[in-house]
């Protein structure tokens, strides 16, 4: 729920007089620890107070990765009823997805064959965008790098190409995308903003491939950040919770997890396969099924995040996005101990089937 400016003030005004309070009436090491806290809460509180204001879409394009659905294409057809002059990367440029995203929008939006994995289709894309922007007379104010994709499977289960599979996606085309679109950026002292996850804030089991990429995602942006400082270029990290069967990447039907899951299984050694048992793995398939029915159903969320990412005159350096549990899990992630995350993690396994082998050992 948004807080409204009201409640921003009387909070920070609160906290400035009890910091104030502190820092004068007790001189010791202490008072001055709390009044500092206390003084940065309220700074903090007090940037929400600045108005952040938008920026005019008139002469300023986007270009959007990973646009065929989910995000990236809910994005495009928001950007573009904002009046921005939109380019949106399409792996299938010809499919259904891409072409139903052309007709619905203006002439504003170009489709953009692309293909993040692919230095040549990048560069092509980049020239391709380049001469839409002389047509257009705009400049580019924004790259949205937002295409990915998901796998899962435990360590042991996933095979080194799998592994390089997620990260060529995830990872490198997000960086190769970068680094050829970022002169155009600089030229425009624009901004680059990366779609990562909540996954690159914390960790949890059999999905590694995709969580490791996520954390960097995060370290990426973080340096970017500091080194697209100096030419005026803002670098934003959009962090999503749980919105997986609506991105077209995982999750998004019950065949979708079995059209990932039997090749997974089919290609384990068999050695694995008698370790882990059937039993086992499809206790895991089924735990995809309720991660599934446990995700959200609406995208606006995310898709404001992303619209304040590119058109906010002042964006958040990271948005996360999520009910309270998705706040919840970052704090606790973050700040606990690993004994005490590892021993929640254990209890949330217990009511599944153990591997094969050990069940054999206790019996």
Same mark, same amino acid.
């Given at each position: 729920?948004?807080?409204?400016?009201?409640?921003?003030?009387?909070?920070?005004?609160?906290?400035?007089?009890?910091?104030?309070?502190?820092?004068? &009436?007790?001189?010791?090491?202490?008072?001055?620890?709390?009044? !500092?806290?206390?003084?940065? /809460? #309220?700074? %903090? *509180?007090?940037?929400?107070?600045?108005?952040?204001?938008?920026?005019?879409?008139?002469?300023?394009?986007?270009?959007?990765?990973?646009?065929?659905?989910?995000? &990236?294409?809910?994005?495009?057809?928001?950007?573009?009823?904002? !009046?921005?002059?939109?380019? /949106? #990367?399409? %792996? *299938?440029?010809?499919?259904?997805?891409?072409?139903?995203?052309?007709?619905?929008?203006?002439?504003?939006?170009?489709?953009?064959?692309?293909?993040?994995?692919?230095?040549?289709?990048?560069?092509?894309?980049?020239?391709?965008?380049?001469?839409?922007?002389?047509?257009?007379?705009?400049?580019?104010?924004?790259?949205?790098?937002?295409?990915?994709?998901?796998?899962?499977?435990?360590?042991?289960?996933?095979?080194?190409?799998?592994?390089?599979?997620?990260?060529?996606?995830?990872?490198?085309?997000?960086?190769?995308?970068?680094?050829?679109?970022?002169?155009?950026?600089?030229?425009?002292?624009?901004?680059?903003?990366?779609?990562?996850?909540?996954?690159?804030?914390?960790?949890?089991?059999?999905?590694?491939?995709?969580?490791?990429?996520?954390?960097?995602?995060?370290?990426?942006?973080?340096?970017?950040?500091?080194?697209?400082?100096?030419?005026?270029?803002?670098?934003?990290?959009?962090?999503?919770?749980?919105?997986?069967?609506?991105?077209?990447?995982?999750?998004?039907?019950?065949?979708?997890?079995?059209?990932?899951?039997?090749?997974?299984?089919?290609?384990?050694?068999?050695?694995?396969?008698?370790?882990?048992?059937?039993?086992?793995?499809?206790?895991?398939?089924?735990?995809?099924?309720?991660?599934?029915?446990?995700?959200?159903?609406?995208?606006?969320?995310?898709?404001?995040?992303?619209?304040?990412?590119?058109?906010?005159?002042?964006?958040?350096?990271?948005?996360?996005?999520?009910?309270?549990?998705?706040?919840?899990?970052?704090?606790?992630?973050?700040?606990?101990?690993?004994?005490?995350?590892?021993?929640?993690?254990?209890?949330?396994?217990?009511?599944?089937?153990?591997?094969?082998?050990?069940?054999?050992?206790?019996?």
């Amino acid at each position: 729920m948004p807080v409204d400016r009201q409640t921003y003030f009387y909070s920070w005004a609160i906290l400035s007089l009890l910091a104030l309070a502190v820092y004068l &009436g007790e001189d010791s090491i202490a008072a001055k620890i709390i009044a !500092g806290t206390l003084a940065v /809460a #309220g700074l %903090y *509180i007090g940037g929400k107070l600045v108005p952040r204001g938008h920026v005019s879409p008139e002469g300023k394009a986007v270009f959007i990765t990973g646009c065929d659905t989910g995000f &990236g294409n809910g994005l495009a057809r928001r950007l573009d009823g904002c !009046g921005f002059t939109v380019f /949106a #990367g399409c %792996y *299938i440029p010809d499919g259904p997805d891409a072409q139903q995203l052309a007709k619905e929008t203006s002439s504003r939006l170009t489709i953009v064959p692309l293909d993040v994995t692919s230095d040549e289709s990048v560069e092509d894309a980049r020239d391709m965008v380049k001469a839409g922007l002389q047509r257009q007379r705009a400049e580019l104010w924004a790259v949205v790098n937002n295409a990915g994709i998901w796998r899962w499977g435990l360590i042991e289960w996933t095979t080194i190409k799998q592994y390089k599979q997620v990260a060529e996606v995830n990872v490198y085309g997000m960086i190769r995308v970068t680094q050829a679109f970022l002169p155009l950026i600089r030229r425009a002292k624009g901004r680059i903003v990366n779609v990562s996850s909540v996954s690159g804030l914390w960790t949890i089991p059999y999905i590694s491939s995709y969580f490791m990429t996520k954390y960097a995602v995060e370290s990426f942006s973080d340096a970017l950040r500091f080194e697209m400082n100096p030419w005026g270029v803002k670098v934003v990290l959009v962090e999503p919770g749980e919105y997986g069967k609506l991105t077209g990447i995982a999750l998004h039907s019950r065949e979708s997890t079995l059209a990932v899951s039997e090749p997974l299984w089919d290609g384990m050694r068999d050695d694995l396969r008698r370790d882990y048992g059937r039993e086992y793995f499809d206790g895991h398939v089924q735990r995809l099924h309720q991660a599934r029915e446990a995700c959200w159903d609406d995208l606006t969320p995310v898709l404001d995040a992303m619209l304040d990412a590119v058109a906010s005159g002042r964006p958040k350096h990271r948005y996360l996005i999520g009910e309270l549990s998705t706040y919840y899990l970052k704090f606790k992630f973050s700040l606990l101990p690993s004994w005490m995350t590892d021993w929640t993690l254990y209890k949330l396994d217990e009511p599944f089937p153990k591997p094969a082998a050990l069940r054999e050992k206790h019996d």
